[in-house]
């Protein structure tokens, strides 16, 4: 078996203003990272965009239509205070919609042990009709609708420890039975959600705040008290990750202290979890991480990790 790395060049045209922390240079600078020897294993693959019918797993056809209209032929549109778009960035979102369900697909083919999808816009802020931090449409949540409906599983797992709350998928996946959201995230911080209490429509949601200025220790202590045994109970038959990478130190975005070491540990602990019920299946999907280098090292020990264990 082995890892691939999906992407989709459509999700280089979707542009920001000027200083914007969710920037072409992000996806650029992966690119950069995986170039390298290291990664000459990656089985490196394109899907194409999603059909639009994709989108409709989880947002209503209005909402779809609503984004739609607003992107514009020249220069830039704002949806909110955080989110714009450009002329490129519906093709962009339904290129990253496309590379993430291609990824979901080729696992559960069992072409590859595992994947990771590095597009953008990102997606784990996106409501069910509502585009937020720098998010158009749920990524994620769509891959999960798509697992369960087109790929006929039962039960999976989406983990996010991105440093931001994931509200947009817990809004869509809420009242999914069939899956399991965690969510660790600093709280207090934006987008002001996530409290512990918050627990899905079906004791489906674990939300894990972590105080500002945490380091692994506390990152990691949080993960194996509170999330690792309801996975381990869950079983699911595939694990999702929201991998956002703006919880290291050096993001400018937030104020948790983790390191790459930090990334290793937890991949390296999702993939025992897969190992154990999904058959070593994991889909792992970019979210946030605004500091390049940051980014780039984190996201590094990231695709390490599965390509180890998926060899």
């Not at 930090?262 to 602990?269: A, E, K, N």
């Amino acid at each position: 078996m082995s890892t691939a790395f999906f992407t989709d060049p459509a999700c280089l045209t979707h542009v920001t203003p000027n200083g914007h922390p969710e920037r072409v240079d992000r996806l650029r600078e992966i690119l950069s990272v995986l170039s390298g020897p290291e990664f000459d294993a990656l089985v490196r693959r394109e899907a194409g965009p999603a059909p639009e019918a994709e989108l409709l797993r989880c947002h209503p056809q209005a909402y779809v239509d609503a984004i739609r209209a607003r992107i514009p032929t020249l220069g830039l549109e704002q949806l909110d205070e955080d989110t714009w778009v450009s002329s490129g960035s519906w093709d962009a979102a339904l290129g990253g919609v496309g590379a993430l369900n291609g990824a979901l697909d080729a696992v559960m083919a069992g072409e590859v042990a595992n994947v990771f999808a590095a597009i953008r816009p990102p997606g784990h802020h996106a409501e069910t009709a509502k585009p937020m931090g720098f998010c158009l449409f749920g990524n994620i949540a769509i891959a999960a609708k798509r697992a369960l409906d087109h790929h006929r599983l039962s039960r999976v797992a989406v983990l996010d420890f991105d440093v931001h709350h994931g509200n947009g998928t817990q809004d869509l996946l809420w009242s999914e039975p069939r899956t399991l959201f965690v969510s660790s995230h600093q709280f207090p911080l934006w987008p002001g959600t996530g409290r512990a209490e918050e627990r899905g429509a079906h004791d489906n949601v674990i939300n894990v705040p972590i105080a500002p200025h945490s380091g692994g220790d506390v990152f990691r202590a949080a993960w194996e008290e509170q999330v690792f045994p309801r996975v381990d109970a869950f079983r699911p038959e595939l694990i999702l990750i929201s991998a956002g990478f703006d919880a290291h130190v050096d993001d400018p975005l937030a104020q948790l202290a983790l390191r790459e070491d930090d990334f290793d540990w937890i991949t390296r602990r999702i993939c025992d979890l897969a190992d154990t019920h999904s058959g070593g299946r994991v889909v792992s999907v970019l979210e946030g991480g605004y500091n390049l280098d940051a980014l780039a090292a984190s996201t590094a020990v990231h695709v390490k990790v599965l390509m180890e264990r998926g060899a």
